[in-house]
């Protein structure tokens, strides 16, 4: 796997925010906080992977200046960046945060990561199978969540990440996301691999459902593939 430094950006991609463009710069090594480590671990991320897609822990003076808020009770939080097809990284901030801020009430959700309010959302490109995601025909795997998506995209086959069961359209449509417009669609075979949790809930099927007709409008071949519940709980 080559190693791109995460600091060098393309002059293809849209200039990146002061603070990201900061974070993401040779100011910061890269290290990471050991609960951070421990937790890309469990994931089974390894090192070069790690290293390959810039993710860093954030120092906790710029988590709010990130994200344009006062996270509260948070105590630290990793920066995933998402790597831009056109090079370079995408102008998007998306962290886990620690502790993961724990549903209080009926309905609620656990809330694992956070991102600047109306940021929207993008798919996350594996650097290690972009090229194949991107440029080939091969059965592509449309993971939902960035670190599933990494650990599919290490065993060599090409992958790209969706963020939340809702994260693959624009919102108040069905279209599929700008960004899918890098990625040749048209009679490929396509993996859709939600969390596990598409077997129980109905909300989350439909979505699901809802994906594989907006894939189909543009040519695809989608198949559902089920996970284990514990991977989707990784998350």
Request: hydrophobic residues 40%.
């Amino acid at each position: 796997m080559s190693h791109v430094d995460p600091s060098k950006s393309s002059s293809t991609s849209p200039p990146l925010s002061p603070h990201l463009e900061l974070l993401l710069s040779p100011v910061y090594s890269g290290a990471l906080h050991p609960l951070h480590l421990a937790d890309l671990q469990k994931s089974t991320l390894s090192d070069a992977t790690i290293r390959e897609q810039g993710i860093r822990s954030v120092p906790p003076a710029m988590i709010q200046a990130l994200l344009g808020f006062n996270p509260t009770s948070v105590t630290s939080a990793m920066l995933l960046p998402f790597p831009d097809p056109k090079g370079g990284w995408m102008d998007h901030v998306r962290m886990k945060i620690f502790p993961a801020r724990v549903a209080k009430k009926k309905g609620e959700s656990t809330v694992k990561y956070l991102q600047p309010k109306g940021s929207g959302v993008r798919l996350y490109f594996p650097r290690a199978t972009m090229s194949a995601a991107c440029g080939s025909h091969e059965t592509l795997r449309l993971v939902e969540g960035e670190k599933k998506a990494l650990a599919v995209a290490q065993t060599g086959r090409p992958a790209v990440g969706f963020c939340g069961v809702e994260g693959w359209h624009v919102k108040g449509t069905e279209a599929l996301l700008p960004d899918f417009d890098a990625i040749p669609l048209d009679g490929r075979g396509v993996y859709v691999i939600p969390d596990g949790d598409v077997r129980t809930n109905e909300l989350v099927r439909y979505a699901v459902d809802r994906l594989g007709v907006a894939l189909v409008a543009r040519g695809a071949r989608p198949e559902l593939v089920h996970v284990p519940d514990a991977q989707g709980a990784a998350a």
